[in-house]
């Protein structure tokens, strides 16, 4: 069975400046999605980020990053520039590409708090 | 907006009500989710739903009765729950075996058992 860590409850980081997100994961498959989310006090968890564990080059999307080390099995985030509307909970999880096993749904970790100060 | 709507927002309900949690998306997803999220708890996969059939029962207890009419809709019926059945449900909807591979989520059900 495949399983999520994140290692980090809270983290902090002043407004600007950039904070890297931990997580790392066990699975015996080769092929596989990773994914971090976002889920502020709203409760709506929001795509933050996709990386597919066949590509090599990490994925970006503006101002998030992922350091992906698949033989590490660690898939950590960074947020540059860090803005007060990136306060939440940020959840990293695991999706298997052999969709006839778990019909697409997602393992979570257990997410990092992120706190923004002005 | 993610597409997918969450209704209600919130529900209390006693230990002996039956009451339904409604789910619907219109992305044209064919598979949906209900997942638990406790407080200091991973969320848990409790059902899966792909073209309108159940998938996946991750062992969820009796009292929780899913039901999936046609693949926009998914409900949760609840009857004689315990107070540690209080949480957030959320659902969500995706389309495996396509290109698109993340999961979309509603906005959850935030529910305490008295």
């Known amino acids: 069975a495949q399983t999520v860590t994140q290692s980090q409850p809270e983290m902090s980081v002043q407004e600007a400046e950039t904070v890297t997100l931990s997580c790392t994961y066990d699975t015996s498959e080769s092929d596989y999605y990773l994914f971090w989310y976002k889920q502020p006090p709203s409760r709506q968890m929001i795509l933050v980020i996709r990386q597919e564990a066949y590509k090599q080059q990490n994925a970006t999307e503006n101002r998030f990053s992922v350091n992906f080390q698949k033989a590490a099995k660690s898939f950590s985030l960074k947020i540059s520039d860090s803005q007060l509307g990136d306060a939440a909970m940020y959840f990293c999880a695991y999706r298997s590409a052999w969709d006839g096993g778990s019909q697409g749904n997602l393992i979570f970790g257990k997410g990092t708090k992120l706190s923004v100060k002005p | 907006e993610t597409g997918v709507t969450q209704t209600p927002r919130h529900l209390v309900m006693g230990m002996t009500n039956k009451k339904s949690l409604k789910c619907e998306q219109h992305?044209?997803?064919?598979?949906m989710y209900w997942y638990k999220q406790s407080a200091k708890k991973p969320l848990e996969l409790m059902f899966v739903?792909?073209?309108?059939?159940?998938?996946e029962n991750n062992s969820v207890p009796s009292r929780f009765s899913p039901e999936c009419p046609n693949s926009s809709h998914l409900f949760l019926h609840l009857h004689t729950l315990q107070p540690e059945d209080s949480a957030l449900y959320l659902c969500?909807?995706?389309?495996?075996?396509?290109?698109?591979?993340?999961?979309?989520f509603g906005q959850g059900t935030r529910l305490t058992v008295v």
């Open positions: 969500a909807s995706s389309a495996p075996g396509t290109e698109n591979t993340e999961a979309f």
């Open positions: 739903y792909n073209f309108k059939e159940q998938t």
């Open positions: 992305l044209g997803h064919n598979a």
